[in-house]
């Protein structure tokens, strides 16, 4: 399977805990995306990599919020101290940039929930 | 003011009709944009750029207009298996693709 992958696809967790996700773009891809979305909502831009160098961190996004993309491959996203509102859909996305249009290929995302 | 807005739907059409979405982006320097389709509880799949000059794939036709700010999808001749939510994609400020909320597709025999 040469698409997006995530892990774990579920995550249950109680509050207070850490959780980290795992994210492993398509090979050729320099751009990964961290996106959360909540049920009748569009995808919400959380952060993204070009490569290793994290670009742009949503304001939204509080300090518990932590992502890296050592060596420009694979990525994980951090949550210290999850809360109730974390509970959502993390998707992952990667692009390649400098085609002639940046398009994004979802993975299936890691579905957490906070108890 | 959310960069990329949608009206939610959602649309409740017939099978054979034709539907149309219209979608607003406040980055005016935005260069790139995207109709994704996404199913219940699934990941959202891209179903077609947009082009300055418009395009079409099949059933589906995509406009940009840059003037008025705001892109368009329409669907002819709607299938029981059009039945989604449709989010629209724009490149952001800081270039980051940003998404709309997505409109909600229920395509009724």
């Known amino acids: 399977d040469t698409g997006v992958s995530q892990n774990p696809r579920h995550k249950i967790t109680k509050r207070g805990q850490n959780v980290t996700f795992r994210c492993d773009p398509i090979s050729e891809h320099n751009r990964l995306y961290w996106y959360r979305q909540t049920l009748g909502q569009g995808p919400e831009f959380l952060t993204y990599?070009?490569?290793?160098?994290?670009?742009?961190k949503s304001r939204l996004l509080s300090d518990r919020f932590s992502a890296e993309r050592p060596k420009g491959s694979f990525s994980t996203l951090e949550i210290q101290r999850t809360e109730q509102g974390d509970s959502a859909m993390y998707l992952c996305?990667?692009?390649?940039?400098?085609?002639?249009?940046?398009?994004?290929?979802f993975g299936s995302g890691t579905q957490l929930s906070v108890l | 003011r959310k960069e990329v807005e949608q009206d939610p739907g959602p649309f409740n059409v017939p099978e054979g009709a034709t539907v149309a979405f219209n979608c607003t982006y406040s980055n005016s320097a935005s260069q790139s944009f995207f109709w994704y389709r996404q199913d219940c509880r699934k990941e959202p799949k891209l179903l077609m750029s947009?082009?300055?000059s418009g395009n079409e794939d099949g059933r589906f036709t995509a406009q940009l207009n840059r003037a008025s700010q705001y892109i368009s999808l329409l669907i002819r001749d709607s299938k029981l298996s059009d039945s989604a939510t449709y989010l629209c994609?724009?490149?952001?400020?800081?270039?980051?693709?940003?998404f709309g909320a997505g409109t909600i597709l229920r395509v009724k025999s």
């Open positions: 947009v082009y300055s």
């Open positions: 996305a990667s692009s390649l940039v400098g085609a002639e249009f940046e398009k994004l290929f």
């Open positions: 990599f070009q490569n290793e160098a994290q670009l742009e």
């Open positions: 994609v724009g490149s952001g400020y800081g270039n980051k693709l940003v």
